[in-house]
């Protein structure tokens, strides 16, 4: 068969196909595309996200220690207990690290950046897959197409973080439990229960996804009858024996099978401080933008028309109302906790548009357009404090490091651990907690006489000029940069 004959089967295949189905193919493209110039804005990745990375190399070289003994570098744990502190890093939910060391392990180091953009964007698809299960093609192309936009998803959709591949095992999750117990497509009955488990080793906070699926059959079956279907306990049961290796980590390491979950939640108290209850709403535009005005006036029109009425409205309402009632309670809160609600958001929106009639092509243009613009103010934003000199300075600095003519057999004292150590490849120490010019001295004398020893400071993350005054006169400068505010500065120690 020629290129001629291929070309010719493509058109046909592609002129056979229904516009709806064209236009899933286009925004997917264009979903893909945006997150991938994304990826460019910054000249470095950031604490968590070096973590995974970090963790993902580690993983490529022994698979079987999911721990930081021994291991030349560090997350900091602000915990002096003996099991849930270091060096367990349980905390850390598994499933990103071991897909990642799936690449270390092959060499294509390359592809790394898009793993996140690349399951951001099948997870478009899955919103457009689960619209149209629950409801219709049209609803399920609109719901994608407000999903792709929606800044919060976008914009975190290029971190290597763990937040957008639970939203794409939750949609999984969902589209066979919906198969599954409304369909009677009793394949997906048991892949909810593995699909569920993948989204709990995505992480921990899918524990507050599933008591949504026991809301739903109590209200749909106003009684227990569903604990009767024998594929409910076999999906039960595959979700029990995904965990098993999981399990058994939390035996080794904690001495508990739940040690990883347990450690998950503790160090949840660690770190960020305490927001209020209303964060969320404070920062709804930055997070939803117009979609949120959309899903508001959508549920207005659900309850007026009594629409949540339908297992598919209310489906979607417990999802949303349950897990943003849990984040709200949390005591510290970020913008990207939220997003596992996105998609059914975007489905309830997308539901309703379909209902406006006449006016929907301009009302759905109109949302686009603003959806587009915030986009684009988000991603200006984001570039401009990613070009801030204390950025740019902390980079050249982790540049420098990285060098050849720095020796491989290197240790670095820094306050940025991870990012440090994945930068550089250099092993790196933390600073001393409360500064001291002795215990400085002292970190370097222990048993590292054997070692180049660098101190690197960057008001990136140090902002007290007595430690910089200390450095300077008492240690070798080798390295300096001054870019508008910011300051970085490597020294040696001899």
């Given at each position: 068969m020629d290129i001629s004959q291929i070309v010719k089967k493509i058109k046909?295949?592609?002129?056979?196909?229904?516009?709806?189905?064209?236009?899933?193919?286009?925004?997917?493209?264009?979903?893909?595309?945006?997150?991938?110039?994304?990826?460019?804005?910054?000249?470095?990745?950031?604490?968590?996200?070096?973590?995974?990375?970090?963790?993902?190399?580690?993983?490529?070289?022994?698979?079987?220690?999911?721990?930081?003994?021994?291991?030349?570098?560090?997350?900091?744990?602000?915990?002096?207990?003996?099991?849930?502190?270091?060096?367990?890093?349980?905390?850390?939910?598994?499933?990103?690290?071991y897909i990642l060391s799936i690449f270390y392990a092959l060499n294509l180091n390359f592809l790394i950046p898009i793993i996140v953009p690349f399951f951001a964007t099948l997870s478009?698809?899955?919103?457009?897959?689960?619209?149209?299960?629950?409801?219709?093609?049209?609803?399920?192309?609109?719901?994608?197409?407000?999903?792709?936009?929606?800044?919060?998803?976008?914009?975190?959709?290029?971190?290597?973080?763990?937040?957008?591949?639970?939203?794409?095992?939750?949609?999984?999750?969902?589209?066979?439990?919906?198969?599954?117990?409304?369909?009677?497509n009793k394949k997906h009955k048991i892949l909810f229960g593995l699909f569920l488990a993948l989204s709990l080793l995505a992480r921990y906070t899918t524990l507050w996804i599933a008591p949504v699926f026991l809301f739903y059959f109590l209200i749909r079956d106003k009684s227990l009858r569903f604990l009767k279907d024998k594929y409910l306990w076999q999906a039960i049961g595959i979700f029990f024996l995904t965990l098993i290796p999981w399990f058994i980590y939390g035996f080794v390491y904690y001495g508990n099978p739940l040690g990883g979950f347990i450690h998950g939640f503790q160090a949840a108290n660690y770190w960020g401080g305490a927001q209020s209850w209303s964060f969320f709403f404070e920062n709804s535009w930055k997070i939803f933008s117009i979609a949120g005005i959309l899903f508001l006036t959508s549920l207005f029109y659900i309850f007026f028309k009594k629409e949540f009425l339908k297992r598919e409205i209310y489906l979607l309402l417990i999802w949303i109302i349950f897990f943003s009632s849990i984040v709200m309670a949390m005591p510290h809160k970020e913008e990207r906790f939220i997003l596992p609600i996105i998609p059914a958001v975007c489905l309830i929106s997308g539901f309703f548009i379909s209902r406006l009639e006449k006016y929907k092509n301009i009302i759905f243009g109109l949302a686009c357009i603003i959806l587009a613009v915030s986009l684009w103010s988000s991603f200006k934003i984001a570039y401009e404090n990613s070009q801030a000199g204390a950025n740019l300075c902390f980079s050249d600095g982790n540049e420098f490091l990285a060098n050849d003519s720095i020796s491989e057999n290197s240790l670095v004292v820094t306050n940025q651990l991870p990012i440090v150590h994945y930068y550089t490849q250099k092993e790196v120490r933390l600073y001393p907690a409360s500064w001291n010019l002795k215990a400085l001295e002292n970190i370097s004398d222990s048993d590292q006489r054997n070692k180049k020893i660098y101190f690197f400071y960057s008001n990136y993350d140090m902002k007290d000029v007595a430690i910089k005054k200390d450095l300077d006169d008492n240690f070798k400068k080798v390295f300096e940069c001054s870019k508008g505010e910011g300051y970085s500065a490597i020294y040696e120690y001899e």
């Amino acid at each position: 068969m020629d290129i001629s004959q291929i070309v010719k089967k493509i058109k046909l295949y592609w002129f056979g196909m229904e516009k709806t189905d064209q236009l899933i193919i286009f925004v997917l493209i264009f979903s893909f595309l945006i997150r991938i110039a994304f990826l460019f804005y910054s000249p470095l990745r950031g604490w968590d996200e070096t973590v995974y990375l970090n963790l993902g190399r580690d993983l490529s070289r022994n698979p079987f220690s999911y721990s930081l003994l021994n291991s030349p570098w560090n997350d900091f744990i602000p915990s002096t207990d003996i099991i849930y502190g270091w060096p367990n890093i349980g905390f850390r939910a598994p499933l990103l690290p071991y897909i990642l060391s799936i690449f270390y392990a092959l060499n294509l180091n390359f592809l790394i950046p898009i793993i996140v953009p690349f399951f951001a964007t099948l997870s478009v698809f899955l919103v457009y897959i689960f619209g149209k299960k629950l409801f219709d093609k049209k609803i399920g192309l609109y719901s994608a197409i407000l999903f792709s936009l929606a800044p919060i998803q976008v914009f975190y959709s290029e971190k290597i973080w763990t937040d957008p591949l639970i939203v794409f095992f939750i949609l999984l999750t969902f589209i066979s439990f919906w198969e599954g117990y409304e369909k009677e497509n009793k394949k997906h009955k048991i892949l909810f229960g593995l699909f569920l488990a993948l989204s709990l080793l995505a992480r921990y906070t899918t524990l507050w996804i599933a008591p949504v699926f026991l809301f739903y059959f109590l209200i749909r079956d106003k009684s227990l009858r569903f604990l009767k279907d024998k594929y409910l306990w076999q999906a039960i049961g595959i979700f029990f024996l995904t965990l098993i290796p999981w399990f058994i980590y939390g035996f080794v390491y904690y001495g508990n099978p739940l040690g990883g979950f347990i450690h998950g939640f503790q160090a949840a108290n660690y770190w960020g401080g305490a927001q209020s209850w209303s964060f969320f709403f404070e920062n709804s535009w930055k997070i939803f933008s117009i979609a949120g005005i959309l899903f508001l006036t959508s549920l207005f029109y659900i309850f007026f028309k009594k629409e949540f009425l339908k297992r598919e409205i209310y489906l979607l309402l417990i999802w949303i109302i349950f897990f943003s009632s849990i984040v709200m309670a949390m005591p510290h809160k970020e913008e990207r906790f939220i997003l596992p609600i996105i998609p059914a958001v975007c489905l309830i929106s997308g539901f309703f548009i379909s209902r406006l009639e006449k006016y929907k092509n301009i009302i759905f243009g109109l949302a686009c357009i603003i959806l587009a613009v915030s986009l684009w103010s988000s991603f200006k934003i984001a570039y401009e404090n990613s070009q801030a000199g204390a950025n740019l300075c902390f980079s050249d600095g982790n540049e420098f490091l990285a060098n050849d003519s720095i020796s491989e057999n290197s240790l670095v004292v820094t306050n940025q651990l991870p990012i440090v150590h994945y930068y550089t490849q250099k092993e790196v120490r933390l600073y001393p907690a409360s500064w001291n010019l002795k215990a400085l001295e002292n970190i370097s004398d222990s048993d590292q006489r054997n070692k180049k020893i660098y101190f690197f400071y960057s008001n990136y993350d140090m902002k007290d000029v007595a430690i910089k005054k200390d450095l300077d006169d008492n240690f070798k400068k080798v390295f300096e940069c001054s870019k508008g505010e910011g300051y970085s500065a490597i020294y040696e120690y001899e």
